[in-house]
């Protein structure tokens, strides 16, 4: 499969507090900021995120960063 190259962002494990009312998870129109378990770090899934980085400033704890 043919990618363009997206600006995809990361989540910083030191900054993120696994809100369980995740601000960027609920920002992404994608879904892309996936979370399996209450409590547990999210992860942005390469595959569905655009790089729109809406994600970015959803999170308060600037936990999600494109490096």
């Given at each position: 499969?043919?990618?363009a190259n997206y600006r995809v962002p990361s989540v910083?494990?030191?900054k993120?507090?696994?809100c369980l009312k995740c601000r960027?998870?609920?920002a992404c129109?994608?879904?892309a900021l996936v979370q399996f378990e209450a409590n547990e770090?999210?992860?942005i899934d390469r595959e569905l995120?655009?790089?729109c980085l809406v994600c970015i400033e959803e999170c308060p704890f600037e936990a999600i960063q494109v490096k």
């Open positions: 499969m043919i990618r910083d494990a030191e993120c507090r696994a960027a998870r609920n129109r994608l879904k770090m999210p992860y995120c655009r790089g």
